[in-house]
């Protein structure tokens, strides 16, 4: 193998790597935002639960919670992007995050595949660059 193609070769290796480690923080990055997805199910589901007058804990500030009473409604306001905020039955809005849930899980098993993918080129490209130092 020539000079040239070897350096071309590992130039795709060194790109497809640093490619690879932006696809894994990204799917870390998924990953928080799939757990922010569950607990805000799960928090949904709390909420049905309770009933009007039962004692709340509500976020000031990062750990920093005040207390209230529950006003209970069927609804709640969710923001829609844009600042745009509309009423939603709790059923509605527990649709929509599920919806995301699916979106999510569907961008991390592409995340997934091009890892796997790139990993699969990398691999090719190492024996390859192996065999022609060996030579």
């Known amino acids: 193998m020539k000079q040239e193609e070897l ?29 922010d997805i569950m607990a805000t199910l799960q928090s949904l589901d709390e909420y049905k639960e309770l009933n009007e007058g039962d004692e709340i804990l509500f976020p000031l500030n990062n750990g920093i919670f005040g207390k209230a009473a529950l006003k209970k409604s069927d609804n709640l306001l969710v923001n829609v992007g844009t600042g745009t905020v ?5 059923d509605a809005t527990k649709e929509l995050i599920e919806k995301q849930k699916e979106e999510m ?9 091009k890892i796997k993918e790139l990993a699969n080129r990398a691999s090719g490209l190492e024996e390859e660059l192996s065999s022609a130092a060996k030579a």
Do not use: C
């Open 105 to 113: 899980e569907h961008i991390r098993s592409q995340i997934d595949e």
């Open 7 to 35: 350096q071309k070769k590992y130039m795709e290796y060194q790109m497809i790597s640093q490619k690879i480690q932006q696809l894994q923080q990204q799917l870390q990055s998924s990953e928080q935002q799939m757990a």
């Open 86 to 90: 509309v009423n939603k039955p709790i």
